[in-house]
């Protein structure tokens, strides 16, 4: 999904809610929700859209229609050597968009 079908999309308010996804080494990803299922954001090549921070998603989506809005984080323990698994959820933070 492009930034413009993403905008027509939460116009219509077929949107469920928007999660800016972080990962390691400061790159965050935007997905939408749409009846259950996850979209990533591409460019206009069909690649991902690297988005850089909170404030730069929010210049991105400064003209699309407020949906909820979260920062995701994954969870630190699934990526460090060593530690058992341990039973937790992702991190989830209700964010505003502008």
């Known amino acids: 999904m492009n930034l413009q079908q993403l905008s027509?999309?939460?116009?219509?308010?077929?949107?469920d809610?928007?999660?800016?996804?972080?990962l390691e080494g400061g790159i965050y990803?935007?997905?939408?929700?749409?009846?259950?299922?996850?979209?990533?954001?591409a460019d206009d090549k069909g690649l991902t859209f690297r988005i850089r921070s909170i404030e730069h998603a929010r210049?991105?989506?400064?003209?699309?229609?407020i949906v909820p809005f979260h920062l995701v984080h994954p969870v630190v323990h699934e990526e460090m050597c060593g530690l058992p698994p341990?039973?937790?959820?992702i991190l989830r933070l209700p964010i505003s968009m502008h």
């Open 29 to 41: 990803l935007l997905e939408a929700r749409m009846e259950g299922k996850s979209n990533r954001l």
């Open 86 to 89: 341990a039973p937790s959820e």
């Open 17 to 22: 809610e928007l999660n800016l996804i972080s």
């Open 59 to 65: 210049e991105v989506l400064k003209n699309v229609s």
């Open 8 to 15: 027509h999309n939460a116009q219509s308010g077929l949107i």
